[in-house]
C-alpha cells in the first residue's frame, strides 16, 4: 500500500471543522506533522498523547483524526476530527473516493491499495 504525500502546509479545517486540542507524543523517527493521520495513545504518560496512527495494533490504528499542525514531543497539537478539511496531495485526492490508514506512520493512503488492516479516514467530497 503506497501512502499519499501531504504538503503539510497546505492543510487547512474547513468553516465546519470540529477541532480537538491534545499533547504531541510524536518524537524522534515519528514526529507528528499536519495532514498526519493520529491517535490518542491510552498507554501514554499522561494518557491520550497524540501520535502518528499506524497499522502495527488496534490501538495504533484507532484514528482520532487527522493533524493540523505539527508537533514534537509535549508541544499543543489540533487535529480534526469531523467536517471538512482541504489538502494538497500527491496524487490528488479523488472526490468519492475512500481513504484508509496507510502503510508508514500517520499515512493516509487510497482505498483501492487495501491490505489486510483497514481503518477507513474519510471520503473525498471534490470541494474546491
Do not use: C, F, H
Not at 35 to 44: E, F, N, R
Not at 45 to 66: C, D, E, H, R, Y
Request: charged share 10%; net charge neutral.
Amino acid at each position: 500500500m503506497t501512502d499519499i504525500a501531504v504538503t503539510a502546509s497546505s492543510v487547512v479545517p474547513g468553516a465546519n471543522a470540529v477541532i480537538a486540542r491534545g499533547t504531541s507524543g510524536g518524537s524522534g523517527v515519528n514526529p507528528v506533522t499536519a495532514g498526519m493521520s493520529v491517535y490518542a495513545d491510552p498507554a501514554s504518560t499522561p494518557v491520550g498523547l497524540v501520535k502518528p496512527a499506524a497499522q502495527t495494533s488496534a490501538t495504533t490504528a484507532a484514528v482520532v483524526g487527522i493533524a493540523l499542525n505539527a508537533g514534537s514531543t509535549s508541544q499543543p497539537i489540533e487535529y480534526q476530527t469531523a467536517g471538512d478539511i482541504t489538502m494538497t496531495t500527491t496524487p490528488a485526492l479523488v472526490p468519492g473516493r475512500i481513504y484508509v490508514l496507510g502503510a508508514n506512520a500517520g499515512g493516509i493512503s487510497d482505498s483501492a491499495d487495501l491490505n489486510s488492516t483497514v481503518r477507513v479516514l474519510a471520503r473525498a467530497t471534490g470541494r474546491y
